[in-house]
């Protein structure tokens, strides 16, 4: 009686899971990262008694936007679909007679039909589809509960300090691997697996990733109260630091991190702006003015003593000599210091005795270091310029009696004395006294 039974069983079973079946998932939520595909029944269906977990050759399976698909078969993940459209399973270890010829498929279902009844009615195999949730998952809202440490560095005046940072803000992630993501995370899915069943894991792997990332932070010399201005930064270095784990091990991704705010101890914020206000005053000019500001806030003071304004000042007086320095001393060492700086060559400036060569070499000797051209004579409205630095007008240099290199002529009208803009270039006639302009009138 057990074998007609199963017989019976085998038989029945076999013939609805010949039927070409339909799978589709409608749209996931938010809340559900994974769901196991069923069977598309309709009201009218004439397949009610199939086998959830066997997949007929030449069913349809529908992937939508925003969708992953896998197919496990006997345990193992055997396929995969990202790409929104319809595919064909097609494998020949679920026949349908719907899908080959009627002899061949009918063949193949009877075989189909003794493996059954030697299993005791029963499909031997175990096939399913899981759909994933590929869109951003988001608002994970997350809140330092202690103090995050920071490192706050001056660079330039070589001070650093280390404050406690607390902050909160969102961060969203999405699924980059399913298949990683079912293998390590999900496994076997009943029905379906919900982000509720990770939150917690995730945030705290989150959290503990925000010491190690601040740290890489405030290295670039991002200031704790820059972070919910640098959300690019501050993700890439999370990112960092979760990925290993996220990534490689789970097949999730980091997509977006927004720190909301960001603060430190009343303790911290006196600290480092006593500091600031010390190196403030590191500069003899901005030391003068805060002097100046406290001197007249004592004068104030002193008029309201009730000793009388005389006592106040006199005690304001005694206190300057013991500082040993006034504010008229610190005016003069900030002008010293400025004077100092413009004294110093500009960084790339050319110095005042270079020259540029014609080939594009700026030098400073008497011949280009590129082209070996010697210096060009400086012709200038008085004369020429010698090597030795003396003006000439006549053929040899009266300092150094170095001789006139050869060079433009330089005019003079020999009438009245008028001297040119230009010398080298002068007008055909003098405007003061309509003379021409020519040999005689070259400067000698």
Known sequence: MGIIQAALVGASQTLADTWEEFYTCDA????VL???????????????????????DGSG?????????????????????????IYKYQTGTSPSIFNSSFGTGLKDMFKEMWERIKHGGTAAKDQRIYYFNMKEILDNKFGT???VPFRVAYEDLGRSFTVGVRCNGIYSYKIADPVLFYVNVCGDVKERFLRSEIDNQLKSEFLDSLQPAFAA????????????????????????????????KRGLKIWTVNINSATISEEDTKRIQEFEDRAWNRDPGNAAASLVEAQAQAMQNAANNPNGAAMGLFGMGMAQQAGG?????????????????????????????????????????????????????????DGWTCDCGAVNKGRFCSNCGQKKPEGAPLYKCDKCGWEPEDPKNPPKFCPECGDPFNDDDIVK
């Open 217 to 248: 932070i405030s290295a670039s010399g991002i200031r704790y109260d820059q972070l919910p201005g640098r959300q690019r930064e501050v993700k890439a270095a999370i990112e960092t630091e979760v990925d290993p784990m996220w990534r490689e």
């Open 325 to 381: 320095t006034n504010a008229q001393n610190l005016f003069g060492m900030a002008q010293q210091n400025q004077a100092q700086q413009a004294a110093k060559p500009i960084a790339g400036a050319p110095s005042a005795d270079s020259w540029k060569c014609e080939c594009g070499e700026t030098n400073t000797g008497k011949f280009c270091s590129s082209c070996g051209k010697a210096k060009p004579v400086v012709l200038t409205p």
């Open 28 to 31: 996931l939520s938010s809340d």
């Open 61 to 85: 399976i529908v992937v939508h936007e925003g969708q992953a698909m896998i197919m496990v078969d006997q345990g193992m993940v055997t396929e995969i679909a990202t790409e929104p459209g």
């Open 34 to 56: 994974v769901v196991r595909a069923k069977k598309q029944l309709g009201k009218h269906s004439s397949n009610t008694k199939g086998n959830d977990n066997v997949i007929s």
């Open 145 to 147: 509960q202690n103090p």
